[in-house]
């Protein structure tokens, strides 16, 4: 089956420091990798995508690179900010006609001032 | 533009009640996904409708729900005799075509049953 394995949280960093959540997935077919961000009192939103191998997805500063090789798409950013605690959700669809999507426990992410 | 909205955004039922979670997804968006989230957990899907018909209801835990979309825009969710173990929030996404693979998810209801 499909599935997606995510770092456990909760990730505690200071401000400005740089940013790693570990995400590796397997999949019966060729997946599209996402990632999701859930600030608080807030529903998923689209953070980023990649849908071929070596592909990198960027927004807002982050940033994943889809590694077939290692079946991975680590997220990552340089420089994070207090705005940027949330929880951050891996996922990926397989192209089989439609796009149902399998997400990670989700990584909660805690920036301090 | 309008997002997806889900209602009610909070529902507290007894254990062998029914209930209903309505969707609404954005305008002109063919393909209508519900998930559930539990706490702690990812989301996981539950049934994928395309227009107005269940393209895929693998997803749905037991016979005790159910969902449809008559007019292939609003859908509703139903929950017969709940459970304790039901409470989660249930979350509602559309895209625009079944092969569109942005999902825009809207901001779940939080079911609670007591």
């Known amino acids: 089956g499909n599935s997606v394995t995510q770092m456990e949280g909760p990730v505690t960093l200071s401000e400005e420091a740089f940013l790693t959540i570990n995400c590796t997935y397997t999949a019966t077919g060729y997946p599209s990798l996402f990632w999701y961000v859930q600030y608080p009192g807030e529903g998923l939103q689209l953070l980023l995508k990649a849908t071929k191998a070596d592909d990198k997805g960027s927004n807002k500063g982050f940033e994943a690179t889809y590694r077939k090789e290692t079946t991975s798409f680590h997220l990552e950013k340089g420089s994070v900010q207090v705005s940027d605690s949330a929880v951050y959700f891996c996922?990926?669809?397989?192209?089989?006609?439609?796009?149902?999507?399998?997400f990670g426990k989700g990584t909660m992410l805690l920036v301090s001032p | 533009g309008a997002g997806v909205s889900q209602t009610p955004s909070n529902k507290v039922t007894e254990k062998g009640k029914y209930v209903e979670l309505r969707c609404d997804p954005i305008?002109?968006?063919?393909?209508l996904y519900w998930y559930r989230q539990s706490l702690g957990q990812g989301p996981e899907f539950l049934i994928y409708f395309q227009g107005t018909g269940a393209a895929d209801d693998s997803g749905l835990p037991n016979d005790r729900f159910f969902a449809v979309r008559p007019e292939g825009s609003v859908s509703t969710l139903k929950i017969q005799r709940t459970e304790r173990g039901d409470s989660a929030v249930y979350l509602c996404?559309?895209?625009?075509?079944?092969?569109?693979?942005?999902?825009?998810f809207g901001p779940g209801t939080r079911l609670t049953v007591l």
């Open positions: 305008s002109g968006h063919t393909a």
């Open positions: 996404a559309s895209s625009l075509t079944a092969t569109t693979d942005t999902q825009y």
């Open positions: 996922a990926l669809t397989l192209n089989s006609g439609y796009s149902t999507l399998t």
